[in-house]
């Protein structure tokens, strides 16, 4: 497989690229060079036979052939060189290195045959004489002439082979040399390349995985610094968009997770994206365990998951109002919690719908001071047109000639005093609440340090007569110096209230506690009224400091109560930033709690 490693790559490629052409010319002019060597060879073997040929002719013209062989063995050892001379008929006449009287007829040798024939005479073969291969140069002798006879030089082949090995060795060595220096220069080039690409590569997965700290450095190459630079300016643009867009982020996500409302979003395949505190909070759901899933796994329910649907299909933004059935709490004691719903479809840049955004309001509230609204309305009219209507019909009476007879008129006249009396209260206990929620906006209730105990010693006092008429024991237990900042007025007309609905609720001989005294939290003072009168059912408990609330509508009125005392009982303790609970069962009493912020002086 092909190096895949850049360094790699151009590390080879530039050694094939001066390699080839080094061997390549290395082999060529090893080629050559023998060729040039072997001509050279038989060059100079012809012109040493062309020497000899000429000395071969003077010894023939005086003396026949009679010193030839002595003349070639004497020119052998001058020149290194086989000398052999051959009559026409192809008899040997003399030799450097035979006898020729011992030698074969040489006239069938394809050298001496071509110089017989006029020509110079080559050949490269084994010598059937000397046993060994031999290079041949044969020219032929004229006398007058006519050719009588060749003159043969030779040398061994081993001679010229050993010369061209060590040539080869040479060039060997040469070709060895250079690839070792093409190799060098490749490796210099390659890192040279390899290494500014490197540190980009480097830098860019750096720059990937969000570190711009550290910037690529120059290589000192124009186009691999262009690039570095190129990448840098990059790095520094993503930086500051990746910063702008984290920046973005945070402060939607801060706006997100401070939202009031819930938030909710899905994907188009119905996956939640997100979900904000507010509405982990209202559906008990884990925000961050939300993210991916399916929808109908994190909001079980069928009326929700269709209005997410239906916001996903629209193409404008939908609304909706839902109501759903929880757990009664202290804060929903109805068990219904009112939604309203806004839903809007996401768009890409394309305009594709990629998911769907649902605003959720918890309007539960809203509702519900709606009901109290209506139920107020109501109520007041009721309470009001009753005396009304009982004061209308008397004088009527009066007006019709009962005023006449005494004992009737002064009967009629009583009643419509007791009814006056009633309309009186409530006009003042409608004032009361009037004056304390506003004196409670305008923050105009004073708060002084007071002992508790002188106030619920107060209220004691206030309701002891109304006690003792049906034979109730009223018990305090509160320690001498626990005090409260408090309008002493307005806790004990508290205090009286709940006294005063306590005795009324409880049967005769029966017994009252109030108790005041630091709450387990440590923060708060908790005084508690706690009686033994009939008790109140469960489904009242979340009503019961509403305007004009009654659980017993015909025994409240008998008693003469307006249904504004345990409204004013709440107000007055919310004005003091307290809270009031009420803990009861039917047929087995009530106690009132009213929590008050402990002062420093405040501990029992």
Not at 151 to 178: E, H
């Amino acid at each position: 497989m092909w190096p895949k490693k850049l360094f790699r790559q151009l590390f080879l490629s530039y050694l094939l690229i001066l390699g080839i052409p080094i061997i390549a010319l290395m082999w060529y002019s090893a080629g050559s060079f023998k060729d040039f060597y072997l001509t050279l060879t038989f060059n100079d073997l012809k012109s040493r036979a062309f020497l000899i040929s000429s000395q071969v002719e003077e010894h023939i013209s005086r003396s026949s052939f009679s010193n030839i062989d002595s003349l070639c063995k004497a020119i052998s050892i001058q020149i290194n060189t086989r000398c052999t001379v051959i009559s026409a008929d192809g008899k040997v006449q003399g030799d450097s290195q035979r006898n020729p009287d011992s030698m074969e007829n040489h006239g069938a040798r394809p050298e001496v045959v071509a110089a017989l024939a006029g020509n110079v005479g080559v050949s490269d073969r084994f010598s059937q004489t000397i046993l060994t291969d031999m290079i041949y140069v044969a020219v032929p002798v004229r006398v007058s002439g006519k050719i009588v006879a060749v003159v043969r030089t030779a040398l061994p082949r081993s001679v010229m082979n050993a010369v061209i090995s060590q040539l080869y060795r040479k060039l060997a060595w040469a070709v060895l040399l250079t690839a070792l220096f093409a190799a060098l220069i490749s490796y210099y080039v390659s890192r040279k390349v390899s290494l500014p690409i490197n540190a980009m590569k480097i830098g860019a997965q750096r720059f990937a995985s969000g570190d711009f700290s550290v910037k690529i450095g120059l290589s000192g190459g124009e186009e691999p610094d262009q690039l570095a630079l190129a990448l840098n300016e990059m790095a520094a643009h993503l930086s500051a968009t990746i910063d702008q867009i984290k920046a973005q982020r945070n402060e939607l996500d801060a706006i997100m997770m401070s939202m009031t409302e819930g938030v909710v979003a899905v994907d188009a395949s119905e996956r939640v994206l997100f979900v904000n505190r507010a509405a982990a909070a209202l559906f008990g759901i884990d925000a961050r365990g939300a993210t991916g899933k399916w929808i109908g796994e994190v909001l079980r329910n069928a009326e929700i998951q269709e209005f997410i649907v239906s916001a996903l299909r629209a193409v404008k933004s939908v609304e909706g109002e839902l109501t759903l059935l929880t757990p009664t709490s202290a804060q929903n004691s109805s068990g219904e919690l009112f939604l309203q719903l806004h839903g809007s479809p996401l768009f890409n840049a394309s305009r594709v719908i990629i998911g769907a955004l649902v605003v959720i309001n918890d309007i539960t509230h809203i509702k519900k001071l709606d009901i109290i609204r209506k139920d107020f309305v109501a109520n007041v009219s009721h309470e009001l047109r009753t005396p009304l209507t009982s004061i209308k019909g008397f004088v009527e009476t009066l007006l019709s000639g009962a005023v006449n007879d005494p004992i009737q008129a002064q009967r009629f006249l009583g009643i419509l005093s007791n009814q006056v009396e009633r309309l009186n209260t409530i006009v003042e206990d409608l004032l009361t609440l009037s004056k304390i929620e506003r004196d409670e906006e305008q923050r105009a209730i004073e708060l002084s340090a007071t002992p508790l105990v002188e106030v619920i010693k107060a209220a004691m006092e206030a309701c002891a007569d109304k006690a003792q008429q049906k034979n109730i024991a009223i018990q305090s237990e509160c320690p001498v110096e626990m005090t409260a900042l408090l309008e002493r007025t307005l806790l004990e007309q508290a205090l009286v209230n709940l006294l005063d609905n306590a005795i009324n609720y409880s049967e005769a001989g029966k017994r009252i506690w109030v108790s005041a005294k630091t709450a387990d939290n440590g923060r708060e003072m908790v005084i508690s009224v706690k009686d033994e009168g009939m008790g109140i059912g469960r489904e009242h408990l979340g009503r019961l400091f509403e305007r004009f609330y009654r659980v017993d509508k015909a025994r409240s009125r008998k008693l003469g109560g307006t249904g504004l005392g345990l409204s004013i009982v709440k107000h007055i303790v919310t004005a003091h930033g307290g809270r009031v609970e009420v803990e009861s069962e039917p047929n087995k009493g009530s106690v009132f709690f009213i929590y008050l912020p402990r002062t420093a002086s405040g501990a029992a």
